[in-house]
């Protein structure tokens, strides 16, 4: 008899017991799978992707962490974000199961930031995927163990939504068999196990590529077998184009090009948050959307002149060749040159308001 079981604690994965651990290794730190991380609390680890540099995706019935890793930098998390509130959409089978937590202290991207998957969900059935987790480590013949390590394998689709058993499931949940037999099997064929929640699937697009598509959210499995084994098998809730929405709505809001301080108005007030921006070891989404003016993802030196036509209209070419003379060069704030941008911004600013006609 199949039975649902929640991922519970620590993340991991199963893998395939005739092929070695690295390889699974080496897959996870390479790009785009090496934005997984390791969420905490006092119960111990959940798993969840890096979306934006203060933003993680992760399983909305994973509830409240304490903090999140990725590649030796750690965030305490300071605001969580579920896709539904309504309470009867909070199984993890139902297909609502994403949650977004926004970290402390941004953290530097490994690599690129994913793209997510806005495809038909329906072609996605027969399709192989890959699996992200980190955390206890099992092999297939015997289930999961007590080892931790971050990893990815890979499954192929064998169900999207449709009916298992007694039960119907909604029509954005993957299933994944976790098989030992060719032609089945994968070649760093993985399952989940016991606390996976919240971890990355990740699809091909034949013109994107690699894109993020959905967050692992429970097993089908004997209710007396170990999590881990063959035979079992793994599903995850796929992003859905309104979840997508979601996403991005938090992460890369719709706010007022230019407007750090958040009164309604670009003024000379928002040059101090402008070139903070600039400075900023690592950036977050909120600096990003109020200080990116030329789509690049980054603030810097090349969104001056964005910024000031927020102000007072373009740039010349001798302006801009006035203000690369100061010495600016993404400094320290406070430090002397951090001092003479701010300088330079508030006095051009001022004399071509002036010219305009415009009150500062």
Known sequence: MLCLVLSKDASGLSIRDDVDRLPYETLADSAPYSLSGTFTNSMGGKSGTLVATDWVLTAAHNGNRAGFTLNGQTSSIVQREVYSLDPSELNASDGFDFALLRLGTPIAPPTDLPAFYSGDLADLQ????????????????????????????????SQVGGTIGTTTYANNIAFMSFSSAPPFTTSLEAGLTDGDSGGGLW????????????????????????????GQTSASTLLTSNAIAWIESIIDPDVMAGDFNEDGFVTIADIDGFLNAIAASVQTSLEIAYGDFNGDD???????????????????????????????????PSSAAWMLGLAWLIGARGSRSCQRGWSA
């Open 126 to 157: 027969g399709d192989p995927v890959v699996m992200t987790g980190s955390g206890f480590v099992g092999t297939g013949d015997v289930g999961e163990g007590s080892d931790r390590a971050r990893l990815a394998g890979t499954n192929r689709i």
């Open 298 to 332: 980054l603030v810097t030196i090349a969104d001056v002149d964005g910024f000031l036509s927020t102000l007072a209209g373009p740039l010349t070419g001798d302006e801009f060749a006035s203000f690369q003379a100061v010495g600016y060069a993404i400094p320290e």
């Open 203 to 230: 699809v091909s697009d034949p013109v994107a590529g690699l894109q993020l598509g959905g967050v692992h959210s429970f097993v089908l499995k004997r209710s007396f077998d170990p999590l881990g084994l063959y």
